[in-house]
């Protein structure tokens, strides 16, 4: 693997675990200059690295991840909606397959459009399953999921067990971005103590205590974006420094 992987395993290595800002680059929500202040107290905070990606606007995303790159010093990973979220000014890629998609497109068709640009632009891919569990938010209707079920443990796990088996390298479990219900516990738990690669988990989690929960739970990288969207601008990163310093010390 390439620069960024092994920058995230050095962090795994030294702290045990990941703590990524997801920042999606709206040109309504999230303007490049917004985003790259939210990058830049992120960072400062604790954060390990950015992701950019969601429902991107046509036109800003190259701009967004240049603005930020010129305020950390940290990988910006892509973390693609769709064909439309590639960018050759990033550092990597998450190269994910929805895996509980009713849609083929969503499993390797997007993936299949999107790999000679990541060859082209030299893009550092980190291949990556996407699970969603219920509730699901909006990234359930645009990619036509067939929810994972909240209340069952082995069902996550079987297609966590399948990621491992084809070849990811990370897990990615999440209920929804802003999502009311965060991924259970005892889900993070069930899969991360069956499963031999990372588990990402993202989606609801607003508090130090339930941070700390999900890695004592077992995994190795957080994901948090609608939070820090909503706070870091507001406190200077206050609230955010706290939660990623719970998990630091767990």
Known sequence: MGKVWNYLNEIFSKEGVVHLTLIDPDIMKTPPEKASKIAEISIASGSNAIMVGGSTAFGILDETIQKIKSKVDVPVILFPGNVSGLSKYADAVF?????????????SGAQALSAPFIKQWNLEPIPMAYLILEPGATVSFVGDVNLLPRNKPGVVLSYALAAQYLGFKLV????????EKAVPIEVVKTVSQNIDIPVVVGGGINTPEHAKDVIKAGAKLIVQGTFIEKTVLNDGGKSLKKIISAIKET
Not at 95 to 107: A, C, Q
Not at 172 to 179: C, D, K, Q, V, W
């Open 172 to 179: 990615y479990l999440e209920a929804g971005s802003g999502a």
């Open 95 to 107: 190269f994910m397959s929805l895996l509980n998609s009713r849609n083929v497109y969503w499993v």
